[in-house]
């Protein structure tokens, strides 16, 4: 299986600040890489799909960037609602495989 | 606004068949792929796997001899099922739409069905 590991883990932040997280895969996965969101006791959500595309309707402070093993999801200007989990997810190779997650907290 | 819903018993027996279905509204289940992901309670995301409309599937290696996802379209439906479960199959299962532009993203999601295995 393609194993897909984010860093960091956790992280804890402030509105307004500008947070990177990173998605490295096991082997190269072109830009079949998307990044979800998840809430406490809610389905996750597409933000970013094929590496850098930002989903409709997700608002403009979330980018993506990357190509091959490494990936980065990027939030310019924290608000309240972005607390939340943060999953990438290869679509490439069968299985897919999801990031084991990380999680943004409020300092 | 495409929605989808699971439904099925949130209460297995070891060893006894886990059978989720979900239900496509607002919009037709033809035409494109749809994926079930479990979510054990605390943890990580798990492929399930996939069916096309057509009937053509993709499970993940680790679950393939357990698992069977079908579709009925006449229904707009498509079902999951796991046989032989046991305490780790127990988990939150998502449904979910493979989307249409881009490199397979899930585009939406049913808002998850806890499903725990217990005698």
């Known amino acids: 299986d393609i194993q897909m590991t984010q860093s960091p883990s956790s992280l804890s932040a402030s509105v307004g600040d500008r947070v990177t997280i990173t998605c490295r895969a096991s082997?190269?996965?072109?830009?079949?890489l998307n990044w979800y969101q998840q809430k406490p006791g809610k389905a996750p959500k597409v933000l970013i799909y094929?590496?850098?595309s930002l989903q409709s309707g997700v608002p403009s402070r979330f980018s993506g960037s990357g190509s091959g093993t490494d990936f980065t999801l990027t939030i310019s200007s924290l608000q309240r609602e972005d607390f939340a989990t943060y999953y990438c997810?290869?679509?490439?190779?069968?299985?897919?495989?999801f990031g084991q997650g990380t999680k943004l907290e409020i300092k | 606004q495409v929605q989808l819903q699971e439904s099925g018993p949130g209460l297995v027996k070891p060893s006894e068949t886990l059978s989720l279905t979900c239900t496509v509204s607002?919009?037709?289940?033809?035409?494109?792929?749809w994926s079930w992901i479990r979510q054990p309670p605390g943890k990580g995301l798990e492929w399930i796997g996939y069916?096309?409309?057509?009937?053509?599937?993709s499970y993940n290696p680790s679950l393939k001899s357990r698992v069977t996802i079908s579709v009925d379209k006449s229904k707009n439906q498509f079902a999951l099922k796991l046989n032989s479960v046991t305490a780790a199959d127990t988990a939150v299962y998502y449904c979910?739409?493979?989307?249409?532009?881009?490199?397979?993203?899930?585009?939406?999601w049913g808002q998850g069905t806890l499903v725990t295995v217990s005698s």
């Open positions: 069916i096309y409309d057509s009937g053509r599937t």
């Open positions: 082997q190269s996965i072109y830009t079949y």
């Open positions: 997810h290869q679509s490439y190779f069968t299985p897919q495989t």
């Open positions: 607002g919009g037709s289940i033809s035409g494109y792929y």
């Open positions: 094929s590496a850098s």
């Open positions: 979910a739409r493979v989307g249409p532009t881009g490199n397979w993203p899930l585009d939406c």
